[in-house]
């Protein structure tokens, strides 16, 4: 059974830092490219940033960049994303997704991060 767990979200205040962490099971962890989405109420699930399989490749999205970090641990079946100087506006549900190739896609069931005084 394919699972993904996120988990390490929570409030926390403007300036914090948190770190997500995204435990996967029932599939070939490192055949997959990882990423983390996140969606905010009454907006469109956005891409935050992604990371290729053996995590040569990295890309964020534009209003993270400098930010957020993403990592992955192959041997842990467990991909990261750590996030550093937290805006108000970085309040979503953060998700993880796994992808192979345009067949295979997984989600997570995502974990929430509110960033507020």
């Known amino acids: 059974q394919v699972q993904l767990v996120e988990s390490g979200g929570g409030l926390v205040q403007p300036g914090g830092s948190l770190r997500l962490s995204c435990a996967a099971s029932?599939?070939?962890?490192?055949?997959?490219?990882m990423s983390w989405y996140r969606q905010a109420p009454g907006k469109e699930r956005e891409m935050v940033a992604a990371?290729?399989?053996?995590?040569?490749?990295?890309s964020y999205g534009g209003s993270v960049k400098g930010r957020f970090t993403i990592s992955r641990d192959n041997a842990k079946k467990t991909v990261y994303l750590q996030m550093n100087n937290l805006k108000p506006e970085d309040t979503a549900v953060y998700y993880c997704?796994?992808?192979?190739?345009?067949?295979?896609?997984?989600w997570g069931q995502g974990t929430q991060v509110t960033v507020s005084l």
């Open positions: 029932g599939f070939t962890f490192s055949n997959y490219a």
């Open positions: 997704k796994a992808r192979w190739g345009t067949r295979y896609e997984y």
């Open positions: 990371i290729s399989s053996i995590g040569g490749s990295i």
